[in-house]
């Protein structure tokens, strides 16, 4: 059983980095696909970043793409989610997902995914 333990989350103001950490433990962390997901109040949950095995190919949702960069290390079963220039529509729950072992080469979609980690808070303000 795949577990994962998200942290780095907070409250930060409009324009601020944060960044981010996912570990996992429990399984090969080299043959699952990795993602990162957002779930704001009143909303559905959604894809902000994935990332392949390798690490070698990745996905950015339209809303992040070139604030956020999606990373991991594999000899330290890390997946990371550094997030630049905040903005107040950022603000959600942020989980980390998983994939089986080699089902998908990039995940986006939340049906792809079979582990979750709890979620850390990231809130925005002016």
């Known amino acids: 059983q795949v577990q994962l333990v998200e942290s780095g989350g907070g409250s930060v103001q409009a324009g601020d980095s944060l960044r981010l950490s996912c570990v996992a433990s429990?399984?090969?962390?080299?043959?699952?696909?990795m993602g990162w997901f957002c779930q704001a109040p009143g909303k559905e949950r959604e894809a902000v970043a994935a990332i392949s095995r390798s690490g070698g190919s990745t996905y950015y949702s339209a809303s992040v793409k070139g604030r956020f960069t999606i990373s991991r290390d594999n000899a330290k079963n890390t997946v990371l989610l550094q997030m630049k220039n905040l903005k107040l529509e950022d603000t959600a729950v942020y989980y980390c997902?998983?994939?089986?072992?080699?089902?998908?080469?990039?995940?986006?979609?939340?049906?792809?995914?079979?582990?979750w980690g709890q979620g850390t808070q990231v809130t925005v303000s002016s």
């Open positions: 429990g399984g090969t962390f080299s043959s699952y696909a």
């Open positions: 997902a998983a994939v089986g072992p080699f089902r998908y080469v990039l995940a986006t979609r939340e049906h792809e995914y079979d582990y």
